[in-house]
């Protein structure tokens, strides 16, 4: 049999260095260009029923986090609503052949989530295909390093809000209607809320935002039976980094700082999304799970 998550390793080795040579991509940035590629689970990820029959929305689910995310949530019996931009279709329509492989149903919903109305829709859309919703994942994220300060476009700042806070603050009020008790929110947060990088001013600041997001959010609606947690990953190998969120000559030795002394892989994430979307994590509510090779946080 091959390897799963269940398989018995030692976490130094259980993938290598991967010492990336310096590359670039504009746009969103795609898994198939980049070199090695991430692993998303699609070969390993094991499920064991523990979604059986949940409806889950889970947003930049075409690559990264959220491809692995979406991959594990179907392998557990999930069917899976997924949100990407229009120009990632490639990765969006590999990610959908996989949830269907698993057997379940897969919906894919492109568009901008930096436009309030397709969040409204992106929801609307999803329960009806879905049937209902009960997992949201707030995962999509921008994020484009900046050397200078004086050089932080007001744009990018806006931009970089409106993707990581705003379109989760429109998404979860969107979906809230639709959520009955025992479902879950997660939120993709980052170290970056703790250990801000000096060239990550705007990013930084959205993931502390989260993080308290998270909490307030989370002790409003425990009453309800709704729970809200976060995820916030440590150097993960994804297209974001490659797209601007790295400065191109800092790729070489990303995620070498670590205690574990490598990045982590996307594949490596989705464990955790499961365990805070399944009734296993009943008790854990407004709790941010730290996944990030060992680097201390509050
Ligand atoms: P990724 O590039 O694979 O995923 C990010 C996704 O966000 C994109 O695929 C895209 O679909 C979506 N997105 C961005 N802007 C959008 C917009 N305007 N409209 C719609 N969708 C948009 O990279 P990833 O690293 O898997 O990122 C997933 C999450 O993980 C992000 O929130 C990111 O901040 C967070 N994160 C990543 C790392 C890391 O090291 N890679 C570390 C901590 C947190
Ligand atoms: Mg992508």
């Not at 993931?207 to 947690?229: E, H, W, Y």
């Not at 002394?261 to 464990?271: D, K, M, V, Y």
Request: hydrophobic fraction near 40%; include cysteine; charge should be negative.
């Amino acid at each position: 049999m091959t390897n799963d998550q269940y398989t018995f390793a030692n976490p130094v080795t259980r993938y290598p260095k991967l010492d990336p040579k310096p590359q670039h991509q504009s746009g969103p940035g795609s898994s198939e260009e980049m070199s090695p590629k991430p692993d998303i689970g699609a070969d390993s990820y094991r499920g064991t029923g523990r979604l059986d029959g949940r409806k889950a929305l889970v947003t930049g689910a075409d690559s990264g986090i959220g491809a692995a995310v979406a991959i594990a949530f179907a392998r557990e019996g999930a069917d899976v609503a997924i949100s990407y931009l229009p120009d990632e279709e490639e990765d969006a329509q590999e990610i959908v052949a996989l949830i269907e492989a698993a057997g379940r149903k897969a919906i894919a919903l492109p568009g901008d989530l930096v436009d309030e109305e397709y969040c409204s829709s992106l929801v609307a859309d999803a329960v009806a295909g879905l049937g209902g919703l009960d997992i949201l994942v707030n995962n999509a994220g921008k994020q484009q390093a900046v050397e200078k300060f004086e050089e932080l476009k007001p744009e990018q700042f806006d931009e970089t809000f409106k993707t990581n806070v705003y379109a989760m603050f429109w998404i979860s009020q969107a979906a809230l209607p639709h959520l009955e008790p025992g479902s879950t929110i997660i939120n993709t947060t980052s170290v970056q809320a703790y250990s801000p990088s000096p060239i990550l001013v705007d990013y930084a600041s959205t993931k502390a935002t989260i993080n308290a997001f998270t909490k307030s959010l989370a002790g409003q609606l425990a009453p309800r039976g709704i729970r809200v947690n976060a995820v916030a990953p440590g150097p993960i190998w994804t297209p974001l980094q490659v797209a601007g969120g790295q400065p191109t000559d800092a790729l070489p030795g990303f995620g070498d700082q670590t205690p574990l002394g490598r990045p982590g892989q996307p594949a490596e994430l989705a464990p955790a999304y499961v365990f805070l979307a399944s009734g296993e994590s009943s008790y854990v509510i407004g709790e941010t799970l730290n996944v990030n090779g060992g680097m201390p946080t509050p």
